[in-house]
C-alpha cells in the first residue's frame, strides 16, 4: 500500500515540470526542427518538405555571421570572467562577515533593466558620450572617436558588463567550496601564495568559471538586442539573423533552419563542459 | 489517507497569484472594449484623434512600429490591431495575405475632402472595393549639414561618396535604402528580375562600409546630424523640419535623379470587431484639425485637401513639401508596389548581414 | 600576502566602479533637460519624472508584467521545488529525463526558444498576448527553481522524512508538512529570483508580446525611437531605487534569520 502512494505521489511531484518540459521545450523544438524542412509561403507550416533551407546556409554569409557570433560571444564571456575572478577571489577569501554586502553590492546593478543598462553604454560610448567628453575634456583628443560605438568591440563590452553578476556567483560559489585546509597545506610545504593559488586554488575552481563561461556563452551567443542597440551594422549575429527571419523578412522556415544549426553547433561544446563540471565538481 | 490539511494548506498558497490571472483574462475585456490601433511612431500623439478621444473616454490602444515591414511581420504572426498605417507600395501585399478588410466610403465623413489623385492610387481600388483611407504623405530625401559638406550636392550619389566614410546615414527600409540603390544601379526599381537584384544588392555592398547609422530610428539620425558625427543622411522632410527649427545648417536635397514621394494611410484589419469605433477613429484622424496638426507637428502633407490648402503655401515651402499631389507626381518618384518583394526582402537582410 | 589582499580589495572596489558607472548614468540623464542622452548637460529638470507620472502606457507596462511575474514565479517555483525533490530523493524513472527537459532552457540561446515558444502557440491556436508571455516565463523561470531547490534538498538529511513516513504519514503530507517548512528560505529565493527574472524578460517575451505589452518590451519601443526616451531614464533610476530598497530590506531580513555566516 505505502509503495503505490509513493508511486501516486512520484507521479504527482513529476507531473507539474514534465508537463511544462515536454510541452514547452521538447514539443516546441520538435516544431522549429520540423519547420526548417518547410518551404516558405507565409502561412503557419509552409507548403513541402525540402532540403532547401539547408542549402542556403552553405552561403558564405552564414559561416561568417556565425563565426563572428562566436567570437563576440566568446570574447565577452571570457572578459566577463577574468573581471569577475579577482572580484569573486576577494569576496569568497578577504570579505568576511561583510560577504552579504559585497554579494548584494555586485548583484544589485542587475535588478535594473537589462535594456536601459545596454543603453547606458550607447551614453558612454556614443559621438557625445561620457567617454568622448572626457577624452576631450583631458585633451587627449581633439575630435569625438567614432570607432567606440557601432563596432563588435562596443558588444563585447556591453555584454561582459551585462552579464557579469553571472559569472561573479558560480565563481565565488566554486571558491568557497574549496577546503581551506588544501591551501593552507601547501604553503605550509613551501609553495609560496602565487603557487598555491595556481596549482590548487585555481584549478579547483574550474568548475566554477567553466559553469560561469557556459551561463554567459549562450545567452550572448544568441543576443540580439545588444547587437542591435550598439553594435552596428558590423556586429550582425546570429541571433539577429533569426530574429529578421521573423520580423521584416518574415521566413519562419529558415529562421527556425539557423536555430537547429546554432543548437547543434551548441550541442558538443555545452554537453562537454557539463561532463567536465560534474567530473570536477563530484563530492564525496 | 489523504492529508486534507496539507492539501488545503497547498492549495490556498497557490490561489493568491491566482488572482492575477483575472488581470491577464479579464483585461481582455476590457482590451476588446477598447480599439487597437498599430501605426508608426510619432503618429500615436493624443492631437491626431482628439475627437475620438472625446467621443470615447477609454480611449484607443496605440501599439507603434518603425517601418511596414516590422507591422506586416508582427500582424502575421498573430498580432491582432484594428486599424493599422502601411503604405501603398505594401497595400498589395497586405491585401493578398489575406490582413485587411475593405473600408465603407460612405461612413468616412471627409472622403470626398481627400485628394483624387491620392484616392486614385494603384491599389487603393481594387475588385470594386476601397481598401485603404489615405493619410498622409511626403519626401524622402537627403538633409544635409550644409557647413560640412563641400559644394551643393544635387545627386542621391552623396550617399556613396567615400569623402564622408562613416558620416552618412541611410533608412533601413526596402522602400528608402533599396529603391535609392536600384535608381543608382540604373534598374527600375518596381519591376526587378532577379540579375536586377543582383546589381542592386551589388550597389548595396559598395555603400555599406560607409555607413554609420542603418535605421528606421530618425530620432538619433537628427541628433546625429545635430552633433556632426553624421554630414548627411537619407532622411524624410520631417528631419529637415525638425533640424531647421532647432537652428542647425541644414538643407533638404533636390537631387537630379528626383527625390521619392511616399503615402501611406489606414486600414482596417480583417478581424476588427467594433466598427462603430473603428469608423470614429477614421473619421478623427481624417479630420481638418487633424490634417493641419500633422502638416505643424512633421511637416508631411495630409491627404486631406481641404486641411491642405488652408496653410499657407510659404509655410509648406518652408516645410520642404510640394504644391500637391499633382506636382510631387510629376516632380518625384512616387513609392510604388515593388514586384519581387520576397525576393528583394532576402537580398535585403543578406547584404545588411554582409553576405 | 597583506598587499595582495589590499591589491584585490582596491580591485573589488573599481571593480564595482566599473558596474555601477553605466547604472548611475541613468540618475543622471534623468534629470538632463534634453531629450538626447548625450553631454555635456547643462540645465536639470524634473519634467521627465512628471511626463512618466502621466504616462498610462508605462503603468499599463507596469501592471502587465507584474500580472505575469506572480504566476510564472509560484508556478515554476512549485514545479521546480517538485521535479527537484523527485530528481534528488530518486523519485521514479520519469524524475531524471524530466529535470533535463525542464533544466533546458538553460542551455538554449533565449532568441530560439522564444520562435520555438511562438510556433508552439500559434499551432494550438493561440495568438501572442499575456498568457503566451506567462507559459514562455515559466519555462524560463523553472530552472532556476529546480537547481536551487536540488542544491538545498540534497543538503537536507532524508531521515527525518524517514522516520515522518515509518509513523504512518502520507507521502503528499510528510513533504507539505516537514520538507518545505525546512526549504522555506530557498524557496523565497526561488520565488524572488523568478519573480525579478520574468520582470526583466525581454529577450523570449519579444516575440510573444501582443497587444499588451510588458515593461521591458514597453522600454525597447522607447529605446527605438528616443522621442519619448527620457522618460526611460527616469523609469530606469526608479526601478534601481526600487530595486535598492528591496536588496537592504532583504539583507536586513536574512540578517536577522541567520546571524552567522
Redesign the interface.
Known amino acids: 500500500m505505502?509503495r503505490s502512494?509513493?508511486?501516486?505521489?512520484?507521479?504527482?511531484?513529476?507531473?507539474?515540470?514534465?508537463i511544462?518540459?515536454?510541452?514547452?521545450?521538447?514539443?516546441?523544438?520538435c516544431?522549429?526542427g520540423l519547420?526548417s524542412f518547410r518551404t516558405n509561403d507565409?502561412s503557419?507550416f509552409g507548403h513541402a518538405f525540402t532540403l532547401a533551407n539547408y542549402q542556403t546556409l552553405s552561403?558564405?554569409?552564414?559561416a561568417?555571421?556565425m563565426l563572428r557570433s562566436i567570437v563576440i560571444a566568446g570574447s565577452a564571456s571570457l572578459l566577463t570572467i577574468v573581471?569577475?575572478y579577482?572580484?569573486a577571489?576577494?569576496?569568497a577569501m578577504?570579505a568576511g562577515?561583510r560577504?552579504?554586502?559585497?554579494l548584494?553590492?555586485?548583484?544589485?546593478?542587475f535588478?535594473?533593466?537589462?535594456?536601459?543598462?545596454v543603453?547606458?553604454?550607447?551614453?558612454?560610448l556614443?559621438?557625445?558620450?561620457?567617454l568622448?567628453?572626457a577624452l576631450m575634456q583631458l585633451g587627449l583628443i581633439h575630435s569625438?572617436l567614432?570607432s567606440l560605438l557601432?563596432r563588435p568591440p562596443a558588444v563585447m563590452i556591453t555584454l561582459a558588463?551585462a552579464y557579469?553578476a553571472f559569472a561573479v556567483l558560480p565563481i565565488f560559489a566554486s571558491l568557497r567550496a574549496i577546503d581551506p585546509r588544501l591551501a593552507q597545506a601547501g604553503s605550509d610545504l613551501g609553495a609560496s601564495?602565487a603557487s598555491v593559488f595556481l596549482r590548487i586554488i585555481l584549478p579547483l575552481s574550474m568548475p566554477g568559471v567553466l559553469a560561469a563561461f557556459?551561463?554567459v556563452f549562450?545567452?550572448t551567443?544568441?543576443?540580439?538586442?545588444t547587437p542591435a542597440?550598439v553594435g552596428?551594422?558590423?556586429s550582425?549575429m546570429i541571433?539577429?539573423?533569426?530574429?529578421?527571419e521573423?520580423?521584416?523578412?518574415?521566413?519562419?522556415p529558415l529562421?527556425?533552419t539557423l536555430?537547429v544549426v546554432?543548437?547543434l553547433l551548441?550541442a558538443l561544446p555545452?554537453l562537454s563542459a557539463t561532463f567536465m563540471i560534474r567530473a570536477r565538481g563530484a563530492r564525496p | 489517507m489523504i492529508d486534507f490539511r496539507g492539501v488545503a494548506l497547498a492549495l490556498s498558497v497557490l490561489a493568491l497569484p491566482m488572482l492575477t490571472l483575472p488581470v491577464l483574462a479579464g483585461g481582455s475585456a476590457r482590451a476588446d472594449s477598447q480599439l487597437s490601433v498599430y501605426t508608426w511612431t510619432g503618429y500615436e500623439l493624443p492631437k491626431f484623434h482628439a475627437q475620438y478621444d472625446k467621443a470615447h473616454p477609454e480611449g484607443a490602444a496605440i501599439t507603434v512600429f518603425g517601418?511596414d515591414?516590422?507591422a506586416?511581420?508582427?500582424i502575421?504572426?498573430g498580432f491582432h490591431p484594428d486599424i493599422s498605417h502601411p503604405c501603398i507600395d505594401k497595400l498589395p501585399q497586405w491585401r493578398e495575405?489575406g490582413l485587411i478588410q475593405p473600408i465603407d466610403t460612405s461612413r468616412i465623413h471627409n472622403w470626398e475632402h481627400l485628394f483624387p489623385l491620392l484616392r486614385g492610387l494603384p491599389g487603393i481600388v481594387a475588385d470594386g472595393k476601397v481598401w485603404m483611407m489615405p493619410w498622409d504623405w511626403a519626401n524622402t530625401s537627403i538633409t544635409y549639414r550644409t557647413d560640412l559638406v563641400q559644394g551643393h550636392p544635387d545627386s542621391w550619389s552623396l550617399l556613396w561618396d567615400p569623402r564622408y566614410d562613416?558620416r552618412l546615414a541611410v533608412i533601413d527600409e526596402t522602400k528608402d535604402a533599396w529603391l535609392i540603390a536600384a535608381i543608382m544601379a540604373g534598374v527600375d526599381p518596381f519591376k526587378e528580375s532577379l540579375a536586377d537584384i543582383d546589381k542592386v544588392s551589388a550597389m548595396l555592398r559598395k555603400q555599406?562600409p560607409l555607413?554609420?547609422?542603418?535605421t528606421t530610428d530618425m530620432t538619433s539620425v537628427e541628433q546625429?546630424l545635430a552633433?556632426g558625427?553624421v554630414v548627411a543622411a537619407m532622411t524624410w522632410n520631417a528631419t529637415y523640419v525638425n533640424l531647421k527649427k532647432q537652428g542647425i545648417p541644414v538643407a533638404f536635397m533636390q537631387p537630379r535623379e528626383k527625390m521619392l514621394t511616399w503615402a501611406c494611410g489606414l486600414v482596417i484589419l480583417k478581424g476588427a470587431s467594433n466598427l462603430d469605433k473603428v469608423y470614429d477613429f477614421l473619421n478623427a484622424m481624417s479630420s481638418d484639425e487633424t490634417g493641419v496638426a500633422l502638416m505643424r507637428t512633421y511637416g508631411y502633407g495630409t491627404a486631406n485637401k481641404a486641411a491642405f490648402d488652408s496653410v499657407p503655401s510659404a509655410d509648406r515651402a518652408a516645410m520642404a513639401l510640394p504644391q500637391d499631389p499633382e506636382h510631387a507626381l510629376r516632380d518625384t518618384l512616387f513609392v510604388m508596389p515593388m514586384q519581387n518583394r520576397?525576393a528583394i526582402?532576402?537580398a535585403f537582410?543578406?547584404v545588411?548581414?554582409?553576405? | 600576502?597583506r598587499a595582495?589582499?589590499n591589491f584585490?580589495?582596491g580591485?573589488?572596489v573599481l571593480?564595482?566602479a566599473?558596474?555601477?558607472?553605466?547604472?548611475l548614468?541613468?540618475p543622471l540623464?534623468s534629470f538632463n533637460d534634453s531629450p538626447?542622452?548625450?553631454?555635456?548637460i547643462h540645465h536639470l529638470t524634473w519634467r521627465w519624472y512628471a511626463q512618466l507620472w502621466d504616462d498610462a502606457a508605462a503603468k499599463y507596462a507596469l501592471l502587465h508584467s507584474l500580472a505575469v511575474a506572480a504566476p510564472a514565479a509560484l508556478?515554476s517555483t512549485?514545479?521546480?521545488t517538485?521535479?527537484a525533490?523527485?530528481l534528488v530523493r530518486k523519485?521514479?524513472l520519469?524524475?531524471g529525463p524530466?529535470?533535463f527537459?525542464?533544466v533546458?532552457?538553460?542551455?538554449?540561446?533565449?532568441?530560439?526558444?522564444g520562435?520555438?515558444?511562438?510556433?508552439?502557440a500559434?499551432?494550438i491556436g493561440l495568438a501572442p498576448s499575456l498568457p503566451v508571455v506567462l507559459?514562455?516565463h515559466?519555462?524560463l523561470c523553472?530552472p532556476l527553481s529546480?537547481i536551487i531547490m536540488r542544491g538545498h534538498f540534497r543538503a537536507i538529511s532524508l531521515s527525518v522524512e524517514e522516520a515522518a513516513?515509518d509513523l504512518g504519514a502520507?507521502?503528499?503530507g510528510m513533504?507539505l508538512r516537514i520538507v518545505l517548512p525546512l526549504s522555506l528560505p530557498s524557496l523565497l529565493s526561488c520565488l524572488i529570483l523568478s519573480f525579478?527574472s520574468s520582470m526583466?524578460e525581454?529577450?523570449v517575451s519579444?516575440?510573444l508580446v501582443g497587444t499588451r505589452q510588458t515593461?521591458?518590451l514597453f522600454?525597447?519601443d522607447h529605446?527605438r525611437f528616443p522621442l519619448l526616451l527620457p522618460r526611460?531614464?527616469a523609469?530606469?533610476s526608479l526601478?534601481?531605487l526600487g530595486?535598492?530598497v528591496?536588496?537592504v530590506v532583504?539583507?536586513r531580513l536574512?540578517?536577522r534569520r541567520a546571524p552567522h555566516?
Open positions: 505505502r502512494r509513493m508511486a501516486g505521489f512520484d507521479a504527482f511531484t513529476t507531473m507539474p515540470a514534465g511544462i518540459g515536454i510541452g514547452g521545450v521538447a514539443l516546441a523544438l516544431l522549429v519547420l507565409n503557419l552561403a558564405p554569409l552564414y561568417r555571421v573581471l569577475a579577482p572580484a577571489y576577494f569576496i578577504y562577515r560577504q552579504a554586502l559585497w548584494s553590492l555586485v548583484t544589485l546593478p535588478w535594473t533593466s537589462y535594456l536601459l543598462r543603453f547606458a553604454w550607447k551614453a558612454i556614443g559621438y557625445n558620450g561620457a568622448n567628453s569625438p567614432q557601432y558588463h557579469a601564495p557556459v551561463i549562450i545567452p551567443l544568441g543576443d540580439y538586442a542597440l552596428g551594422l558590423a550582425t541571433g539577429n539573423l533569426i530574429q529578421a521573423f520580423s521584416s523578412v518574415s521566413n519562419w529562421g527556425c536555430a546554432v543548437m551548441l555545452v | 517601418g515591414d516590422e506586416f511581420a508582427k502575421k504572426s495575405a562613416q555599406l555607413i554609420r547609422l542603418y546625429s552633433s558625427e520576397d526582402a532576402a537582410q543578406t545588411k548581414a554582409g553576405g | 600576502m595582495g589582499r584585490l580589495g580591485y573589488a571593480y564595482l566599473f558596474l555601477y558607472l553605466p547604472v548614468m541613468l540623464f538626447y542622452a548625450a553631454f555635456p508556478i512549485v514545479a521546480g517538485l521535479a525533490y523527485a523519485r521514479g520519469a524524475a524530466v529535470a527537459l525542464s533546458a532552457p538553460l542551455l538554449i540561446p533565449g532568441v530560439i526558444l520562435i520555438a515558444l511562438l510556433i508552439g500559434r499551432v507559459a514562455g515559466v519555462v523553472m529546480l513516513l502520507s507521502p503528499l513533504f525579478t526583466d525581454f529577450v519579444f516575440f515593461l521591458p522600454i525597447w529605446l526611460m531614464m523609469l530606469g526601478l534601481l530595486s535598492t528591496l536588496a532583504g539583507d536574512t540578517l555566516d
